[in-house]
């Protein structure tokens, strides 16, 4: 099992920037993927990156190019750096935790771009 809590959401203006944290409770070293999904009101969540132990990220085609995730093993996190904000960008971004063959989910992280 694993506790995953996410920091970093907030209010920017369209063009902005922000970077969302995910502090896993226990090594993400040996995890087998880990993520950033995104949920907007009345949509069904959707993946924004993935990052797996050991291979290539993976990225919405909507975010591509300006959003970047990351992961430090040594400091149990995982981040999600996003660039030129746009409207519609605004959810509730959650970090995600695959260890076969259970998905953990943290609380979420609201992220409201508007001007």
């Known amino acids: 099992q694993v506790q995953l809590v996410e920091s970093g959401g907030g209010l920017v203006q369209p063009g902005g920037s922000l970077r969302l944290s995910c502090v896993a409770s226990?090594?993400?070293?040996?995890?087998?993927?880990m993520g950033w999904y995104r949920q907007a009101p009345g949509k069904q969540r959707e993946l924004v990156a993935t990052?797996?132990?050991?291979?290539?990220?993976n990225y919405a085609d909507s975010v591509k190019g300006r959003f970047a995730i990351s992961r430090d093993n040594a400091k149990n996190t995982v981040y999600l750096q996003m660039n030129s904000l746009k409207p519609e960008d605004t959810a509730v971004y959650y970090c995600?935790?695959?260890?076969?063959?259970?998905?953990?989910w943290g609380q979420g992280t609201q992220v409201t771009v508007s001007s």
């Open positions: 995600n935790a695959f260890i076969r063959p259970t998905a953990y």
């Open positions: 226990r090594s993400i070293f040996s995890i087998n993927a």
């Open positions: 990052i797996p132990s050991g291979g290539v990220t």
